[in-house]
């Protein structure tokens, strides 16, 4: 009875653990078909903004952090667990940049920190990355979007130009669906690209703007602000919704992860119960043997038909 009742016991516990993984299934479910919903506006935003910047930049001015600059680097990490190797990969491509010159890390949230923390190489302690709130959710976004956009913003307006040259510029690392991607925001905004080791080696390579290639003008712009005053707006909302859309990007792709992590930890407690049910089969089969035997030795063998 001792052995049945411990079965029963872990029976009842994965049954319990099978219900959690269920509901953060759902929960990374929810969560998805939010941030769907919010695509369309999204994209028109960042469509309106882009028609805009192309139209008030000036196309023969070359784009500011295009060559190899100091960088400031906000990484946008997951800021809840259960999503596989989500913030390993950032954290790996963190070191590399910490062993390139000119490069200032800020990481966005506090997991994506400690996974940094417990596999940084050696020697990378003297200038540690800087920790900015994280995003777990769609709902708590605008508190993170507002504090990373705070400090892009002062660290470009404050930061001096060492020896007469460009200013550092604030880059973003984030997850997509093709893996991590690398995209300039200030001085001047830029297209996502890809992220590789070889890419954090030559910046070139990614400097991808906006203001690269305007579409003609048909006739001079109109304007009812001062041009640098409705540059720096138009650039304030760009920079913001860029933020988010790199934000939701990223959130889509946790989630996939997550399912993707409770997919298989559903599947091995399926499998840990249909161990366990076997388990209890053959205890059961083994019960019934002995009784039985116990049934057949208590009354003699005169009880067994054709026998005597």
Do not use: Y
């Amino acid at each position: 009875m001792t052995a049945q009742l411990q079965l029963r016991e872990r029976a009842t516990l994965l049954a319990d653990l099978r219900q959690i993984v269920q509901a953060m299934k759902n929960l990374a479910l929810a969560e998805l078909q939010r941030l769907q919903r919010s695509q369309p506006a999204l994209a028109e935003a960042q469509t309106t903004l882009e028609a805009a910047w192309l139209e008030l930049a000036d196309p023969t001015a070359r784009p500011e952090g295009g060559g190899a600059e100091d960088r400031i680097w906000l990484v946008i990490g997951a800021e809840r667990g259960f999503c596989g190797a989500f913030n390993a990969h950032l954290a790996d491509a963190v070191s590399t940049l910490q062993a390139l010159p000119g490069q200032t890390l800020w990481l966005a949230g506090q997991r994506l920190a400690d996974a940094w923390l417990a596999n940084r190489p050696a020697g990378t302690g003297q200038n540690p990355p800087r920790v900015l709130p994280g995003c777990g959710a769609l709902d708590e976004a605008e508190p993170a979007l507002a504090a990373w956009l705070q400090a892009a913003t002062e660290a470009v307006a404050g930061a001096t130009a060492p020896q007469g040259g460009p200013r550092p510029a604030v880059w973003l690392l984030s997850t997509g669906p093709a893996g991590l991607r690398a995209q300039r925001l200030l001085p001047s905004p830029g297209a996502p690209q890809p992220w590789s080791d070889a890419g954090a080696a030559a910046p070139t390579a990614m400097s991808v703007s906006w203001a690269s290639s305007p579409p003609p003008r048909q006739a001079p712009i109109r304007l009812g602000l001062p041009r640098p005053v409705l540059m720096a707006a138009v650039l304030h909302q760009t920079v913001r919704v860029q933020l988010r859309a790199a934000l939701e990007t990223s959130l889509v792709q946790e989630n996939h992860a997550r399912l993707a992590q409770m997919q298989r930890a559903q599947d091995h407690l399926d499998e840990l119960a249909a161990e366990l049910r076997r388990r209890w089969a053959r205890l059961r089969q083994a019960d019934i043997t002995n009784e039985l035997e116990l049934l057949t030795a208590a009354l003699g063998p005169d009880a067994i038909p054709g026998r005597g």
